[in-house]
């Protein structure tokens, strides 16, 4: 071998004599080091349980402004509590199944969490919430929007504090609008924005990929043909949930669904489409309309700014309300957003729920509205000039967060969702009646536990 | 003789076996050998059999994590779920089809790779060597981001670049058919995984005698002839652990199906319905009768490479 080991172990160091001189020093500068880490840490440890208390917020992945009211948070609380940020997975799914495993595990160190709307129920029901003081509930639902109430609510009762409220809209190009001469400032059918697509040779977006964002788009049309996807939540026996996915509403939702798939304004990817590639989509020369979340807006003018897009694309954006099922039915359109839970084994809650408060003031909301594009739950923030500056359409966000239908509330939303997803993917390929069927038997054996999902 | 190997028996044999029992030092040595491995041994115990032990015995209940309350004791009836539901069996469908295809095609282009790296000039050898582990070193789940980029309708390079290809344009939707889907997911994992087996069949081509190959040249044996009958029946061992451990790999296939197709369009594995029991529905007693019977799968499989194909893994590392 041309490395022996004799060979390469002599080399490069220095003869044993010298090694030992050069060595004393250096042991005694690592005692040094260790000493004054010891002491450090003991310091810190002194520091911490007389001084501040640090309270552990888990955020989803946002734009930094959770991270920014974190701090200004710990700022204004004159050293009372600090407010430290962990970072949880990307998507909702994600999210749920890390918090859910560490509560699950009695993890005290999660003291708020950021929570999507439609698993509250689950983590209120399995005991992982700190019940809300009744002098909090009372300040937190002053003046927020009723969507965001509800969504914080199970079995009646506040479970969660509002944070910042999400819907989706009706995205159209001004110009395809125009041409296909469908006025806009009157409530539109999804009928009527996929014949002027189709007329104008342009898409339709909306999320038909197998994810969350399917049984967002469904419930919406479901709730917007006046029905629901969960008639009786039977929060005591899951086995108990009446669905109603076989009623007329949802047979009327499942012809939406296939109408707009089967479309040519579908587009060649729908069943694949996310709320990102259809944001994509719509930036592309194809766009004409979209249901989407407000983020799609800041995104274009990010995207201008950078010099991806041009810079008219944005311009020729508007919202509204989203598209009617039946003309003469108003719709409901999605109800999203993240909600602040503080978790059960917390070691200071009170604290907790302070920095909450503090959290979902106006003006973080606002703040956060303008900077990282969340809608705000608080009524009053639509009237901050800066808001109406950056987002001229958020009177349309407000009223839309108004008449919003959250998803189905129980703790077995996992099963009824991805049931959902299982029965009505692809779009395209759905029946009106027979899908709601087997969607029914599909939900219903897997919440007796007789199906795999 | 069609092939040509050199007699295990005479390699394997000491010169001097005392007649009957084990010598003095035979027994100081397999003490020695149990000294030595037994740490890792008990280490092994602690990480694998107790996990397994702890998912076979919760298999048997009713169990939801939010709702530990109400556990229940409901014996095989798990199994029988699993067992008579249509989506197990396509799943099975599925992780087998990934495997054959997979493993097949991996062969066949790792012993390509193996004789190119084996021929190669010495001065190209260590580069060749790199430049083909460069895949195996790439993390799953970013080979999996990549693909999926890759092959994307909005951002991918693939429709584009390869529009020449009949059935390729600009509108495919690679995700949004079950069968393309599962050629993508097949792809990354033979793209990623190809250097692994061209790895075990280098070190197997490193121990095919070189007299054989030369008394092969002087009786006139082409280059086909002496690949068939002299490389590749001397390195039947190595082949075979290439295969094994290969083929206990791609059934566990999760990463690409996780990122590329969430389980849409029928590409859901038996690892990924385990996961979808276990971590996204909570129900621990269903996952944990999911995964023990990907367990069992596993050593079926490893069973049938071991007593049918006669594997000798000892005979692999060249002892």
Same mark, same amino acid.
């Given at each position: 071998?041309?490395?022996?080991?004799?060979?390469?172990?002599?080399?490069?160091?220095?003869?044993?004599?010298?090694?030992?001189?050069?060595?004393?020093?250096?042991?005694?500068?690592?005692?040094?080091?260790? %000493?004054?880490?010891?002491?450090?840490?003991?310091?810190?440890? &002194?520091?911490?349980?007389?001084?501040?208390?640090?309270?552990? #917020?888990?955020?989803?992945?946002?734009?930094?402004?959770?991270?920014?009211?974190?701090?200004?948070?710990?700022?204004?609380?004159?050293?009372?509590?600090?407010?430290?940020?962990?970072?949880?997975?990307?998507?909702?799914?994600?999210?749920?199944?890390?918090?859910?495993?560490?509560?699950?595990?009695?993890?005290?160190?999660?003291?708020?969490?950021?929570? &999507?709307?439609?698993?509250?129920?689950?983590?209120?029901?399995?005991?992982?919430?700190?019940?809300?003081?009744?002098?909090?509930?009372?300040?937190?639902?002053?003046?927020?929007?009723?969507?965001?109430?509800?969504?914080?609510? #199970?079995?009646?009762?506040?479970?969660?504090?509002?944070?910042?409220?999400?819907?989706?809209?009706? #995205?159209?190009?001004?110009?395809?609008?125009?041409?296909?001469?469908?006025?806009?400032?009157?409530?539109? +059918?999804?009928?009527?924005?996929?014949?002027?697509?189709?007329?104008?040779?342009?898409?339709?977006?909306?999320?038909? +990929?197998?994810?969350?964002?399917?049984?967002? #788009?469904?419930?919406?049309?479901?709730?917007?043909?006046?029905?629901?996807?969960?008639? &009786?939540?039977?929060?005591?026996?899951?086995?108990?949930?009446?669905?109603?996915?076989?009623?007329? /509403?949802?047979?009327? /939702?499942?012809?939406?669904?296939?109408?707009?798939?089967?479309?040519?304004?579908?587009?060649?990817?729908?069943?694949?489409?996310?709320?990102?590639?259809?944001?994509?989509?719509?930036?592309?020369?194809?766009?004409?309309?979209?249901?989407?979340?407000?983020?799609?807006?800041?995104?274009?003018?990010?995207?201008?700014?950078?010099?991806? %897009?041009?810079?008219?694309?944005?311009?020729?954006?508007?919202?509204?309300?989203?598209?009617?099922?039946?003309?003469?039915?108003?719709?409901?359109?999605?109800?999203?957003?993240?909600? %602040?839970?503080?978790?059960?084994?917390?070691?200071?809650?009170?604290?907790?729920?302070? /920095?909450?408060?503090?959290?979902?003031?106006?003006?973080?909301?606002?703040?956060?509205?303008?900077?990282?594009?969340?809608?705000?739950?608080?009524?009053?923030?639509?009237?901050?000039?800066?808001? %109406?500056?950056?987002?001229?359409?958020?009177?349309?966000?407000?009223?839309?967060?108004?008449?919003?239908?959250?998803?189905?509330?129980?703790?077995?939303?996992?099963?009824?969702?991805?049931?959902?997803?299982?029965?009505?993917?692809?779009?395209?390929?759905?029946?009106?009646?027979?899908?709601?069927?087997?969607?029914?038997?599909?939900?219903?054996?897997?919440?007796?536990?007789?199906?795999?999902? | 003789?069609?092939?040509?190997? *050199?007699?295990?028996?005479?390699?394997?044999?000491?010169?001097?076996?005392?007649?009957?029992?084990?010598?003095?030092?035979?027994?100081?040595?397999?003490?020695?050998?149990?000294?030595?491995?037994?740490?890792?041994?008990?280490? $092994?115990?602690? @990480?694998?059999?107790?996990?397994?032990?702890?998912?076979?015995?919760?298999?048997?209940?009713?169990?939801?994590?939010?709702?530990?309350?109400?556990?229940?004791?409901?014996?095989?009836?798990?199994?029988?779920?699993?067992?008579?539901?249509?989506?197990?069996?396509?799943?099975?469908?599925?992780?087998?089809?990934?495997?054959?295809?997979?493993?097949?095609?991996?062969?066949?282009?790792?012993?390509?790779?193996?004789?190119?790296?084996?021929?190669?000039?010495?001065?190209?050898?260590?580069?060749?060597?790199?430049?083909?582990?460069?895949?195996?070193?790439?993390?799953?789940?970013?080979?999996?981001?990549?693909?999926?980029?890759?092959?994307?309708?909005?951002?991918?390079?693939?429709?584009?670049?390869?529009?020449?290809?009949?059935?390729?344009?600009?509108?495919?939707?690679?995700?949004?058919?079950?069968?393309?889907?599962? *050629?993508?997911?097949?792809?990354?994992?033979?793209?990623?995984?190809?250097?692994?087996?061209?790895?075990?069949?280098?070190?197997?081509?490193?121990?095919?005698?070189?007299?054989?190959?030369?008394?092969?040249?002087?009786?006139?044996?082409?280059?086909?002839?002496?690949?068939?009958?002299?490389?590749?029946?001397? $390195?039947?061992?190595?082949? $075979?652990?290439? *295969?094994?451990?290969?083929?206990?790999?791609?059934?566990?296939?999760?990463?690409?199906?996780?990122?590329?197709?969430?389980?849409?369009?029928?590409?859901?594995?038996?690892?990924?319905?385990?996961?979808?029991?276990?971590?996204?529905?909570?129900?621990?007693?269903?996952?944990?009768?999911?995964?023990?019977?990907?367990?069992?799968?596993? @050593?079926?499989?490893?069973?049938?490479?071991?007593? *049918?194909?006669?594997?000798?893994?000892?005979?692999?590392?060249?002892?």
């Amino acid at each position: 071998m041309p490395n022996a080991p004799g060979r390469s172990r002599s080399r490069g160091r220095a003869p044993a004599p010298l090694r030992r001189r050069s060595r004393q020093p250096r042991r005694r500068l690592a005692g040094a080091a260790a %000493l004054l880490v010891t002491a450090g840490t003991l310091a810190a440890c &002194d520091g911490d349980s007389g001084g501040a208390s640090t309270l552990t #917020w888990y955020i989803n992945p946002d734009a930094g402004g959770q991270a920014e009211i974190a701090a200004r948070c710990t700022e204004e609380a004159g050293g009372r509590y600090t407010i430290e940020t962990a970072l949880l997975p990307r998507d909702a799914a994600s999210q749920r199944e890390q918090l859910i495993r560490r509560l699950a595990a009695n993890d005290d160190s999660i003291d708020l969490m950021s929570l &999507d709307p439609p698993f509250i129920p689950e983590f209120a029901q399995a005991g992982f919430l700190a019940p809300v003081p009744d002098d909090v509930a009372e300040r937190v639902t002053e003046g927020v929007v009723q969507s965001a109430v509800e969504g914080s609510t #199970w079995d009646d009762e506040l479970v969660a504090v509002p944070f910042w409220a999400n819907t989706q809209l009706l #995205w159209y190009r001004k110009s395809v609008a125009e041409a296909a001469g469908l006025d806009m400032t009157q409530p539109v +059918t999804w009928d009527q924005i996929v014949e002027a697509a189709e007329g104008q040779g342009k898409l339709v977006g909306a999320q038909g +990929t197998r994810a969350e964002s399917l049984t967002v #788009w469904f419930n919406a049309l479901i709730e917007s043909a006046g029905g629901e996807i969960i008639t &009786d939540p039977s929060p005591e026996d899951p086995a108990q949930i009446e669905l109603g996915l076989t009623s007329e /509403a949802a047979t009327r /939702a499942t012809e939406v669904m296939q109408m707009v798939a089967e479309s040519d304004a579908a587009g060649a990817a729908f069943s694949t489409s996310t709320e990102d590639s259809t944001a994509t989509g719509f930036e592309s020369d194809d766009g004409g309309f979209q249901v989407n979340y407000p983020f799609v807006y800041p995104r274009a003018l990010g995207a201008a700014e950078a010099g991806t %897009l041009d810079p008219s694309v944005p311009d020729d954006y508007a919202a509204t309300i989203y598209p009617r099922v039946d003309e003469d039915t108003e719709a409901a359109p999605p109800y999203g957003g993240i909600n %602040l839970g503080v978790g059960a084994f917390s070691q200071s809650p009170e604290l907790a729920y302070e /920095a909450a408060e503090c959290i979902t003031s106006d003006e973080n909301q606002a703040e956060y509205f303008v900077t990282n594009g969340n809608p705000a739950s608080s009524e009053a923030v639509y009237d901050d000039e800066e808001v %109406l500056e950056a987002f001229p359409m958020a009177p349309v966000i407000r009223d839309s967060l108004d008449i919003a239908a959250p998803r189905p509330q129980t703790p077995y939303y996992n099963e009824i969702s991805v049931g959902i997803q299982r029965s009505y993917h692809p779009p395209s390929g759905v029946t009106p009646g027979s899908t709601g069927e087997a969607a029914t038997e599909l939900i219903d054996a897997v919440l007796e536990k007789e199906d795999l999902l | 003789m069609s092939t040509t190997t *050199l007699p295990p028996t005479k390699k394997t044999e000491p010169v001097s076996a005392p007649k009957g029992g084990i010598s003095d030092r035979a027994r100081s040595e397999r003490k020695l050998g149990w000294l030595l491995a037994g740490p890792a041994f008990a280490v $092994m115990l602690l @990480v694998t059999a107790y996990p397994i032990a702890q998912a076979t015995y919760e298999s048997l209940f009713d169990y939801r994590l939010t709702d530990p309350d109400n556990r229940s004791f409901t014996g095989l009836n798990n199994y029988w779920v699993i067992l008579t539901d249509t989506l197990w069996w396509q799943s099975i469908g599925v992780t087998a089809f990934i495997t054959a295809v997979t493993v097949a095609v991996e062969l066949v282009l790792g012993f390509g790779l193996a004789l190119v790296m084996v021929k190669a000039l010495r001065a190209l050898r260590p580069v060749l060597r790199a430049v083909i582990l460069i895949p195996y070193a790439v993390i799953t789940v970013v080979s999996a981001f990549a693909w999926q980029f890759a092959f994307d309708i909005n951002s991918g390079f693939v429709n584009s670049s390869f529009a020449w290809i009949p059935g390729v344009a600009a509108d495919t939707d690679w995700f949004g058919d079950r069968w393309t889907a599962l *050629l993508v997911i097949c792809l990354a994992e033979i793209w990623k995984t190809t250097p692994f087996i061209s790895l075990l069949l280098l070190a197997g081509l490193a121990q095919v005698p070189e007299v054989l190959q030369e008394a092969a040249k002087v009786d006139g044996a082409t280059r086909w002839q002496r690949l068939w009958r002299v490389t590749i029946p001397n $390195m039947k061992a190595a082949i $075979m652990v290439a *295969l094994l451990f290969r083929t206990l790999d791609a059934f566990r296939v999760f990463d690409s199906i996780f990122i590329m197709t969430n389980g849409a369009n029928g590409t859901e594995s038996v690892s990924f319905l385990a996961y979808r029991q276990t971590i996204a529905r909570l129900e621990i007693g269903l996952g944990s009768a999911v995964s023990v019977l990907l367990f069992l799968a596993v @050593v079926l499989i490893a069973f049938v490479f071991i007593k *049918l194909f006669k594997v000798d893994l000892a005979q692999a590392r060249g002892e």
